[in-house]
């Protein structure tokens, strides 16, 4: 279902901005993964945020996806941490507040329930 767009763009003849396309795919489901925090969707989501970074690797929302993929599916505190200090260098790189504050609240909520 969420997959269909995905299927379509990498459909596309190659080109960069196809490349691009599909990283911007990639990111959003996996945010969109990470969102639900449904253990089923751990997988597609660290899956699919790997690879929208192995495309755009200094783009700064593939940054903070990958902090809220840790921050929902880390398995001890060292990972969630990790989100927590990928967040904050998405936050310095550009990301909006609002989203940093969200991450950092549900990091909160995960360490204290580790």
């Known amino acids: 279902m969420c997959d269909a767009g995905l299927k379509r763009a990498e459909g596309q003849p190659a080109s960069r901005e196809r490349e691009i396309l599909v990283s911007k ?3 959003s489901l996996a945010y969109y993964y990470a969102e639900t925090g449904t253990p089923e969707y751990e997988g597609r989501a660290r899956k699919y945020v790997d690879e929208a970074l192995a495309i755009r690797p200094d783009e700064t929302a593939c940054l903070d996806t990958k902090a809220y993929v ?3 599916y880390g398995k001890d505190r060292g990972e969630v941490m990790e989100g927590v200090t990928l967040a904050e260098d998405a936050r310095r ?3 909006e507040n609002e989203f940093y504050f969200k991450h950092i609240e549900k ?3 995960r360490l204290a329930s580790l």
């Open 25 to 27: 795919f990639k990111n």
């Open 93 to 95: 790189k550009s990301m």
């Open 107 to 109: 990091a909160r909520r």
């Open 70 to 72: 840790k921050i929902v």
